[in-house]
């Protein structure tokens, strides 16, 4: 029997019965830039992931499936605009993507499980990925300026406490809770 592209993938749906093979050994050099021949998930896109209300913070996404490092998680789409909004992603500098499907609510963390790149518009594992994470992106690898600057505690050994775009300074609000929060230490 020919593999399906999910097995090719290392990638299987949650409530797959067989085993899939898991390709241990990851090429690295087509790490942030998959081949051509990784496929893209956008036809069952609600097997693989969920977006899930939470009180407080809104949306999340979260995975339902096995995704190996390096594999394509979602590619996605969504509409231009100059504007910079609370669930839009920078294209380049003056262009930002307004994903209506699930991108615009991947959760931020300091030490995430998935990056984007965005000149694919791809969303891939950064990290082996099992059913039931919460998938998440580092957001200042993306935006140059945040829509708004906000205290993390997303419990990495990298987090920031603080999350900024990356070409933006911490503004007054954030140099204060720092200021708290190293205190405090
Ligand atoms: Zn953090």
Redesign the pocket.
Known sequence: MKPSANEKSGIRPLNAKRKFPRVADIDTSTFLHPVAELPAYGDKPEALWELEDVEVIGKRVRSLAYFQRGTVVARFAGTLTYEVMQHTLQVTPTTHILDTNMVGYLS????PNCLLDMTRLEVLALKDIRPGEILSIDYAVTEDVLFKQFP?????P????W?TGRREQVNPEGVAYLQHHWNRK
């Open positions: 931020h963390s300091c030490g993390c505690s997303c419990g990495s990298e987090c920031r406490h999350v």
